[in-house]
């Protein structure tokens, strides 16, 4: 798999491995041309996130042994669809991303300034920082 970069253009960053998340199960949010549902957005779950997901029919909490999934709590993060997660955000439920471990093949789905609004891994200025 050729490396894969982030939505800020930096190499892609982990995005969790308790529970163990990505399509691919590697701890990243890595795609390719078999992750049909573009698993691609590093998100923290909420509750609010994962009863919406319930709501419109993707159970993000229920165990899935089969699928190696092992069912979310708030506060897990986990590559979620892109579509899923830009379903979220219309309707108000979604949920914070790491930037860092976002793939740029998210950005295909979602702009990056709605990723942006809930971004928990970056400054919102860079006021305050020092070198």
């Known amino acids: 798999m050729a490396e894969a970069y982030n939505v800020l253009g930096d190499p892609l960053e982990e995005c969790g491995r308790d529970p163990l998340t990505g ?11 078999d992750d049909l549902g573009s698993h691609t957005v590093c998100a923290v779950v909420t509750e609010g996130f994962l ?12 165990a899935r042994p089969e699928y190696r999934f092992p069912g979310l709590k708030p506060g897990d993060r986990w590559c979620v669809c892109a579509s899923r997660w830009l379903q979220a955000y219309a309707d108000g439920a979604a949920s914070p991303v790491v930037l860092a471990s976002t793939n740029a093949a998210a950005l295909r789905i979602v702009p990056l300034e709605a990723l942006r609004e809930h971004a928990v891994d970056v400054p919102l ?7």
């Open 23 to 33: 399509f691919y199960r590697d701890g990243c949010c890595s795609t390719g041309t």
């Open 51 to 62: 009863e919406h997901q319930r709501a419109v029919g993707n159970d993000l909490i229920t």
């Open 125 to 131: 200025s860079p006021e305050g920082l020092s070198d």
